[in-house]
């Protein structure tokens, strides 16, 4: 075991350890994207791919090869080293926020005492992908797509800024892993519900809160009814009107790992992360790798639940009006969540004490 | 040894980075390398174990900052020639202000190697080892230093409230939605039945 606290035994290690989370999220990714077109299938009542392999199954991977078998396409005057880079910048950002990700107890690649604010400053980086791609296709529809979405984008991590900073003040801590663990036991500890008896009254802010996040959520990632960046109807598909071929399989990969990604956050900020709802002594007799597998399911289950959440949202609600989007991130979620951090702040040091 | 060779690493793209944002010939490839800077800046930051002030070097001047200056530089039609133009006129007075900097810079490091000002003073308390940057810095900053930090926060809300007074214009004849309205609406504010005779037609001011 001395071999892995080396120089080269920890890079070896790390590196397996990223290729693992890398390669676990691009395959699930690849289930999830199938899911999210059965589920809107579902519900306008049509089957969805179901030609590729059983039920469709290998519908993604079909895609995937089509994308990267076809020929990219540069556009003439297009900056050519922006166009390109603007992709991978997208598909890095949203893995490389993966890292401070607690899938189990330990099972985390960097364990950070800022994670949430990592996770702040990667998100904080996405719109450049964006922005990027949308300037340097030296084109109109991509442009405008481009800067809606920069607007978008930055007015809503405002909010989402501050219904973390709710979830911090009552973990007390930014550690990820240590938000999780606080949650543990049962349901009523988790963040959405106040986070535990002792401050049971939070759950009139927390609750909501949770609300907000996930409808923010949506927003960050252009996810409808917010993909205003690519609004086919006025865009065509906004920034990413010129891609094609690889650079805009980047695009969509780096868009669902960030869909995921929310997912991902709002279970383990809001909802327990691993933790089922109930005390789980009974693993305690259990091997520490079954454990943590069983943990992990149990985080697993509630990214699928939220990912469904918000493929539903795509099929059920119209796409908002611009001003009716930048109305509701800064005249409604701004104020509210501004307004619950002075009430949780508040309760925690003149009800549960400092 | 991994923190040597990621220090230079990152200090020599910083200070490439740095190089090329002025170097640059397109506005716009300027702020992409300005923002590779910050970015390695950050990097810098969590070396030496400040990775409180990072990730918020990164979250304020890259998330927020640099966009807007993006923002800005996109939407302007910069014209090069006429850039240049002035390029000789500038010259003498960029080197003096560059040679003013350098001075500085020079005299500082030189202090600091031969720990002039840095020796005489007794610095800061050593922070608690055991504390993480987040709590060592919340808690000087909100007992010791709690009414600078006010004074910083009004000084934002001062120039804050300055950008929205310049730059807010209430238009008349601007149509807006007034949502509270709109959902108050019911049937029977929203149309009203009208009984008409057989064969008059509809007149004007029926209509009214």
Redo the contacts between chains.
């Keep these: 075991m001395d071999f892995w606290t080396t120089?080269l035994g920890w890079?070896l290690a790390t590196a397996g350890a990223i290729l693992l989370v890398t390669v676990g999220i691009l395959i699930s990714l690849a289930f999830l994207l199938l899911a999210d077109r059965k589920i809107w299938a579902g519900v306008q009542m049509r089957k969805g791919p179901n030609v590729v392999g059983p039920f469709g199954l290998l519908q993604s991977f079909a895609d995937f090869f089509k994308f990267v078998l076809k020929e990219i396409v540069v556009p003439a005057g297009a900056?050519k080293v922006?166009f390109l880079l603007a992709p991978l910048i997208t598909f890095v950002l949203a893995f490389i926020a993966w890292a401070v990700i607690p899938f189990a107890p330990g099972w985390v690649i960097s364990d950070?005492?800022?994670g949430i604010?990592?996770i702040?400053?990667?998100s904080?980086?996405g719109?450049?992908g964006i922005?990027?791609g949308g300037?340097a296709s030296n084109s109109k529809y991509p442009?405008l797509g481009s800067?809606r979405s920069?607007a978008q984008m930055?007015s809503y991590?405002v909010s989402i800024g501050l219904v973390i900073v709710n979830v911090i003040l009552l973990a007390g801590t930014?550690n990820l892993t240590q938000i999780v663990t606080d949650q543990q036991g049962w349901i009523w500890n988790w963040f959405a519900f106040g986070g535990g008896l002792a401050s049971w009254p939070t759950i009139v802010v927390m609750f909501p809160m949770a609300i907000i996040f996930f409808i923010s959520a949506l927003a960050e990632t252009n996810r409808p009814p917010f993909d205003l960046p690519e609004a086919e109807s006025e865009l065509v598909a906004g920034y990413q009107v010129e891609y094609s071929s690889t650079p805009y399989l980047l695009f969509m990969i780096g868009e669902y790992a960030n869909i995921v990604f929310m997912c991902t956050m709002i279970s383990l900020l809001f909802f327990g992360g691993w933790n089922p709802g109930f005390p789980t002594d009974f693993l305690d007799s259990w091997p520490q790798f079954l454990a943590n597998l069983f943990l992990f399911g149990v985080l697993f289950v509630k990214i699928i639940f939220w990912f469904a959440m918000i493929a539903m949202v795509k099929a059920f609600v119209p796409r908002y009006r611009y001003?009716?989007l930048m109305?509701l991130g800064w005249k409604i979620f701004l104020p509210t969540s501004l307004v619950a951090v002075v009430v949780v702040a508040a309760w925690r040091v003149f009800a549960v004490g400092a | 040894m991994l923190q040597g060779i990621a220090f230079y690493v990152l200090a020599a793209v910083t200070v490439i980075g740095g190089l090329l944002v002025v170097t640059a010939r397109n506005p716009v490839h300027s702020v992409l390398w300005l923002i590779l800077t910050f970015f390695s800046a950050a990097g810098l930051f969590v070396l030496l174990g400040a990775e409180f002030l990072a990730m918020l070097l990164v979250v304020v001047y890259v998330g927020a900052v640099a966009v807007l200056f993006l923002f800005v530089v996109m939407m302007l039609d910069v014209d090069f020639v006429r850039l240049r133009e002035g390029f000789a006129k500038y010259l003498p007075l960029a080197v003096i202000v560059a040679g003013v900097l350098l001075a500085e810079m020079v005299m500082i490091s030189l202090v600091v190697a031969q720990g002039g000002a840095a020796a005489a003073s007794t610095g800061p308390a050593t922070p608690n080892p055991d504390a993480t940057n987040v709590e060592a810095l919340g808690r000087v900053l909100y007992t010791d230093y709690v009414y600078i930090f006010q004074a910083a926060g009004i000084v934002l809300l001062i120039a804050m409230i300055g950008a929205i007074v310049l730059t807010l214009r209430h238009k008349p004849n601007v149509k807006r939605q007034d949502v509270g309205r709109q959902v108050g609406r019911d049937r029977n504010k929203a149309m009203e039945i009208k009984s008409v005779p057989t064969g008059t037609g509809v007149k004007p001011e029926d209509l009214v």
């Design positions: 120089p890079t900056d922006v950070l005492n800022v604010l990592y702040f400053a990667i904080s980086l719109v450049y922005i990027m300037w442009f800067l920069a930055v991590e930014m001003d009716q109305r």
